[in-house]
């Protein structure tokens, strides 16, 4: 049972918290990290406390859970941490989501002195940094339950065990249910200390590790889940933007009568980069934006980019220009003396093009104002509940207590979710209009006023010293976006090079960018063992070997690598037209190798993938099922990028519209099988998300090069450029 | 004033004939399970059933469907025991949830003309509808146990 509602939680915390029956276990952050205590003692604290577990007498556990659900199962994967070592009964547990406070439900991150918290779910986050707080607080709940029921039978704490959701007296047979004890307990003062040496060991593990079906899935089949653009309020008008064909143009004026006059036309809202169109309904929406006829101010800086004739001819000019503006990411050893002694350097640039998230869900939000125009309430779906809420009141000139906030299922996130300029939209126009308002944004919007993932050219250098060993590595990134380009750039993970320079040169143009699924591992990755294997070929080895040999590996990636060659049944000759490719993959603690199987139509230029395995260390690995899924929606992900997505702005504007010239994969281009294989691991999990694409790429270039003897340098591999590739 | 039948009941919807279905579906009628994806033909995310015909709603003027027979996923069953929402649940095929009412509503139209389809004949009829998420090789195995299963 799942009770995530449609219009706000309908238990509100305030509630949670005043319920009467039950045991509630209040949760609070403090400098140390988030503590559990009791209700009492968090109503009479001068700080915000919310709550995080009930029991209630008919032996339902409701936890809530602040794992925001953009498809990747965090909503259930986060609490069952929890669950496990409470010993809950997973049939009887509820979930409902945490409200947008991170300050009480964010997880802690601690860096250097630096304590903050979130409730961003970017970069893998959900289960990787929840674990450890959710494990606590289950082994917490749990202890007060034998301590009360070892109270009540007046016998030792020790002497006590735990069912799924019942507590057990072995000698004399006794047992209570924890609905049972939560009508006597009392939640302590102080909670009780648990140590890690307390927490289950992995072979009592009930839930973690065994598949446990993801919450959310029944009423993804039916149609009831509840998106954001679901939502319907009483007199809810319906509005949508139009922002400038130059990215962050200004509006400066527009055929106002006109389209007022339409049908349904009921307001006209001017936006800093944009002019929003309210109507009655959505259709009179769609016909007044088609005559909306905006002339936008000059002077946008995107104005007159050509992103191709960038990627091709400036990025190159900055890449060898000594005063270009720089950063240095990564540094290690001699890298000027590695290269004056090594016996053979090898070179090559790598390009790839712009990114655009084409989440299924075109982003929308609800907004209403209360009649005094002092309280606005959000209906949307977000990655980062915390930061949204606080953008949103930031942009109202509100405190946040002012904003009321409802999460929702999110039709695809991929790093689009994490920053809410819609919703933003949606709320002004709102303000403006006085009334409720459904902002929605078309597939083109959306798209011409993406943000991205930017485009990049990637200039590396290595050197092999007089034993044939990797001794000397640089690499730079061009482009914009500062560390969207350089996330990945550092290889240190999997191969230790005693001599490296990593930089990134940027510039800008003026187009939004933005996180896309693992941001900048999947170009750079491409990059870097992109030129991996072409050493190896060139040393005239197996790229498996070549890096066993010449690389100083990490035992973890050596691990990967030897599980992936397993699996995939390297050495295996494969049928005709067939061929292999291999790269690493790499991100948010992660490590994997991967290996996909290739075939391609010579005739049309078309690349086909057929198998993929890929062998993953993730730590503990809480949901198996569901972090395989996660990889399999990675790899299809990456895939879609490798193959087909490519952005491109000429004149300052985005050329593509919709699924037509921005093509994504589709199941006849899916691969036919796809293994997911896990280390068996007792680690800290680390995260899942995106560790399925990031590899993709090389492994794709790389088994081209395997099939055909030529390299494939510039991502998007679409059919133009294998068919130029073949000719070179 | 348009007429017809939405899940077996009579509905009158008040919009002009150009309005696209989906917009009726949606937000007049308040069903909400048929998703906007592209509004261009291009995603499937909107598909229903026309008179047992799957079609995309986004690209469907209303005045197309006087008097015909409109199923959309509240209608594919009361329970969610449809053969193929069972296969969906059993395959654990969802991941953000947004395309799958229309792939559930394309592969019933597939199941209804051939119950035994191969993996070539699922991959042709399903070719239309986009799932961002990538869930496609699940979909496939979804639709082959439905078939199974009955
Ligand atoms: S919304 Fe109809 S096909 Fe995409
Ligand atoms: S499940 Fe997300 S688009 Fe298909």
Known sequence: MTRIENDASKITRREFLASTTGLTFAMAFAPAGMFLMSEAKAKAAGYEIGAWVRIEPDNTVTILTPGAEMGQGSMTGVPVALAEELDADWDKVVLEWAPADPKTYGYTRKRGERISQSMAIVGSRAVMMYYEDMREAGAQVRKVLLQAAAKKWNVAPAELRTEPNVVVHPASGRRLTYGQIATFAEVPAEMPAVSTAEYKDKSQFRLIGKPIPRRDIPEKVNGTAKYSIDVQLPGMVYASTVHGPVQLAEPESWNDDTVRKMKGVIDIVKLEHGVAVIADTFEHVLAARKVLAVSWAAGATAEGYDSEQALETAYPEIAVDQNANNTTVGEAGDVDAAFANATKVYKADFRSDYGYHAQMEPLNAVARFNAAGDQVEIWEGTQAPGRSRQRIAQALGFGLSQVIHHQHYMGGGFGRRSIN???????????????????????????????????????????????????????????????????????NKYYDVPNQFIEQRGTSHGIRLKHWRAVAHPFNLFAIEGLMDEMAEKEGMDPFEFRRQRVAMTPKAREVFDAVEKMSDWPTKRPAGRALGLSVSERSGSLGAGVVEISLDQQTGKIRVHKVWVAIDGGTIVQPEMARHNVESGIIYGLSSVLKERATMKDGKVRQSNFHDYEVLRMSEAPEEIHVEFLDRLTKPTGLGEIGNPFITAAVANAFHALTGKRLYHMPFTPQRVIQALKA | MVSFYINGKQASVNAEPATPLLWAIREHLKLTGTKFGCGAGLCGACTVHVNGKAVKSCLTPLSSIAGKLVNTIEGLSEDSSHPLQKAWVAEQVVQCGYCQSGQIMKAAELLKQNPNPSRDQIVAHMNGNICRCGTYTRIIAAIQRAAREG
């Open chain 1, 421 to 491: 300029d819609y919703t933003i939209e949606a709320a002004l126009i709102a303000r403006a209009l006085k009334r409720p308002v459904k902002m929605i944004w078309t597939r083109e919007e959306d798209l011409a006023y993406g943000m991205f993932r930017p485009q990049a050219l990637q200039c590396l250098e290595a050197a092999l010293d007089g034993d044939g060993k990797l001794s000397g590595w640089r690499h730079c990134v061009v482009g914009d976006g500062g560390n969207l380009l350089y996330g990945g750039i550092k290889l």
